[in-house]
């Protein structure tokens, strides 16, 4: 079974620009959570997408923003672009029915560099 | 808010070395505990879980944790490293009755030297 996939790898973007990140989960998985990975704050959680519905919310500004499609693929947006978002994009999947919570399986990432 | 300490930002150790990686949390409900480890280039991987039962969890590759819940910990450990342990080790944790999200500590590297 064909491990989450994320596209692309890499991303270098100048501050105010947009970048918009890609997640493939794990085939049969219906729930994706995105987070963000710095060196200074770890893993911070920033959304979670289950059936095209966004579930749950971190701690983020609206200029982060997602969806998921009909075939569970979900995609991340941030708008106007900061130096501070500058950090490793991970997306999770999980097979997670409504109200349960299983093993989330991680994708690559996408390193994101803003200038 | 929910917090996860790792106390430990970098270890590093001989092979053959004993390993305890410390991890406490905040919250004072039921959770879930994980530890991920992150081999250099590579995906997060799930080490082992605690939900429930057994407050000792034995995991992949020789590792084992222990739930103390008086003290809010979960420690990671391995009686002999090896140089292939050599990673970024994450703890996380869920609260039962939250959301769907994890949250994580902010990582102890593990070097181990030859």
């Known amino acids: 079974k064909a491990g989450v996939t994320q596209t692309p790898r890499y991303l270098i973007k100048t501050r105010g620009q947009q970048v918009t990140l890609s997640c493939s989960p794990i085939?049969?998985?219906?729930?994706v959570s995105w987070y963000q990975q710095t060196p200074g704050q770890g893993l911070q959680f920033l959304f979670e997408?289950?059936?095209?519905?966004?579930?749950n919310k971190g701690n983020f500004p609206g200029r982060f923003s997602g969806r998921q499609f009909s075939n569970s693929r979900s995609e991340m947006n941030v708008s106007t672009l900061e130096l501070g978002d500058s950090a490793l994009y991970l997306c999770a999947s999980s097979l997670t029915t409504s109200g349960g919570f299983n093993e989330q399986f991680f994708g690559p990432g996408t390193r994101l560099t803003v200038l | 808010a929910q917090s996860v300490s790792q106390h430990n930002h970098h270890v590093i150790l001989s092979e053959a070395a004993s390993l305890e990686l410390g991890c406490n949390y905040s919250y004072g409900g039921t959770v879930n505990l994980f530890w991920y480890v992150q081999y250099p280039g590579q995906h997060l991987q799930l080490l082992l879980k605690y939900f429930s039962g057994d407050p000792l969890v034995k995991g992949i590759k020789g590792f084992e944790a222990e739930f103390i819940k008086s003290k809010f910990s979960f420690n990671l450990r391995k009686p002999s490293v090896q140089w292939s342990d050599t990673a970024e080790y994450f703890c996380?944790?869920?609260?039962?009755?939250?959301?769907?999200?994890?949250?994580f500590g902010t990582g102890t590297r593990l070097t181990v030297i030859p």
């Open positions: 085939s049969g998985h219906r729930s």
């Open positions: 997408y289950f059936s095209e519905t966004q579930r």
């Open positions: 996380a944790v869920k609260i039962t009755t939250g959301a769907n999200n994890l949250f």
